[in-house]
C-alpha cells in the first residue's frame, strides 16, 4: 500500500514537472517569435473580441472604427447648373470635368475628381491632430528655428501621402463610411443575433465591412507611425537628455494602456513567464500570472455567446496554469527547491 502510494506521488510529481516545462517552453517560444519577428500586433486579436466584455477589449484599440484617422465625408448635391459647376471645382481644386478632353493643357485631376464627384473628402481633423503632436514635440525637445523648419516639413509629406491614401482608397473609405448605419442596425437587431444562419450572415457582413477599412487604416498608421519617429529623431541628445522623452502621436480616445503598450510588453512577458517555468524559479508568481493572461484570452470570445470562435486550447493552458501555481511546483526539479529548503530548514531549528 506504502510502495503503491509512494508511486502515485513520484507519477504526480513527474506529471507536474513534465507540466511546468511543456507550458513554458510554449510560453518562450511564443515570446521569442514575437521578438524576432518585430512586427507583433494584437490589435487584430482584440478587435475580433466577441461578448458582453467585446468593448472593453475594443477600448484598448486607440480609434477603434477609425472615426479619427479617416477623412470626413460631407455630401454634396450635384446640379447641372453652369455656376454651380463652376464653385464646386473650384472648392475640390480641379478645373470642368467635362472639358478636359476638349483642353489638352488641362490641370492633372484633384484626389477628390478621380473618386465619385458628388463626395468630398476631408483629413482636417487629422492633419490638426498631426500639428498639435509636431506642436507638443516642439515644446517638449525646446526646438531650434532649423529643426521646426525640418519638423514642417515631415509633416507636410505626411499629408500629401494621407491624400495618396484618399486616392488609391477612396471608394472603399465611402462605403466604409456609408455602412455604419446598417452595421449598426443589425447590432441590435434580435433576429440576426439570434439565428443562427442569420448570425452568420451579419458576421460575414460586418467582416467584410471592416474588410473596406482594413487597408488604408494599414496605410495612415504606418504613415502616423513615420511621423511620430521622423518628428522625435529630430530631437539632438542633449534635448532628449538623460529621461530620454518621447513625444507619442496618440489618438485622442487613447486610454493609459492601449494595444501599442500590449505590443510592447506582451513579448517580454511571454518570454520570462517562459523562462521562469522551465527553471521552477517564483513558480506560483509567473503560473498566476500567466494563468490570469490565458484567462482574458478566453474572455475575448466569451464561452457560450453567440458567435465566437472556440478557445480550447487557452482554456486547457489556463487550468494547467493555475494547477502549477497553487501545487507549488517549482519545488520539483525547480530553484525554488532552494529557498524552500531553506526555510524549513530555519523552521525546524526554531522549533
Not at 497553487?326 to 526554531?350: H, I, Q
Amino acid at each position: 500500500m506504502l510502495l503503491r502510494k509512494a508511486r502515485l506521488s513520484f507519477l504526480a510529481i513527474i506529471a507536474l514537472v513534465a507540466l511546468r516545462f511543456v507550458i513554458g517552453f510554449h510560453f518562450y517560444m511564443e515570446g521569442s517569435s514575437k521578438v524576432k519577428e518585430g512586427n507583433f500586433s494584437s490589435a487584430g486579436f482584440l478587435a475580433s473580441a466577441k461578448g458582453p466584455l467585446a468593448d472593453k477589449f475594443h477600448s484598448l484599440i486607440p480609434d477603434y472604427d477609425g472615426h479619427y484617422r479617416l477623412p470626413d465625408l460631407r455630401e454634396f448635391m450635384m446640379d447641372k447648373k453652369a455656376d454651380e459647376k463652376t464653385a464646386l471645382d473650384k472648392n475640390l481644386g480641379g478645373g470642368d470635368a467635362e472639358d478636359t478632353e476638349e483642353k489638352p493643357a488641362a490641370k492633372k485631376p484633384s484626389i477628390n475628381e478621380k473618386l465619385d464627384k458628388s463626395k468630398v473628402f476631408s483629413y482636417k481633423r487629422l492633419f490638426e491632430y498631426i500639428d498639435s503632436f509636431a506642436s507638443r514635440a516642439s515644446s517638449l525637445y525646446g526646438f531650434t528655428e532649423e529643426q521646426m523648419q525640418a519638423s514642417v516639413v515631415v509633416t507636410t509629406e505626411a499629408k500629401e501621402k494621407l491624400n495618396v491614401v484618399v486616392e488609391d482608397w477612396g471608394s472603399d473609405i465611402s462605403k466604409y463610411l456609408k455602412g455604419f448605419e446598417r452595421i449598426e442596425k443589425n447590432s441590435v437587431d434580435e433576429m440576426r443575433n439570434n439565428v443562427a444562419g442569420m448570425r452568420k450572415q451579419k458576421d460575414s457582413i460586418e467582416y467584410e465591412w471592416k474588410g473596406l477599412a482594413r487597408a488604408p487604416l494599414a496605410e495612415i498608421d504606418r504613415i502616423l507611425w513615420d511621423v511620430e519617429k521622423e518628428v522625435n529623431a529630430l530631437a539632438t541628445a542633449s534635448q532628449v537628455g538623460k529621461d530620454v522623452r518621447y513625444e507619442k502621436l496618440r489618438m485622442p480616445d487613447a486610454g493609459p494602456i492601449d494595444v501599442r503598450l500590449v505590443d510592447k510588453y506582451l513579448p517580454i512577458f511571454d518570454m520570462s513567464v517562459g523562462i521562469l517555468l522551465m527553471l521552477g524559479l517564483l513558480t506560483p508568481v509567473a503560473a498566476l500570472a500567466a494563468g490570469i493572461f490565458l484567462a482574458s484570452v478566453v474572455l475575448t470570445q466569451f464561452p457560450g455567446y453567440p458567435g465566437t470562435q472556440p478557445t480550447y486550447y487557452q482554456a486547457i493552458e489556463m487550468v494547467g496554469c493555475f494547477v502549477l501555481a497553487f501545487a507549488d511546483a517549482g519545488r520539483f526539479a525547480g530553484l525554488d527547491f532552494l529557498p524552500w529548503s531553506f526555510w524549513n530548514r530555519k523552521k525546524s531549528v526554531e522549533v
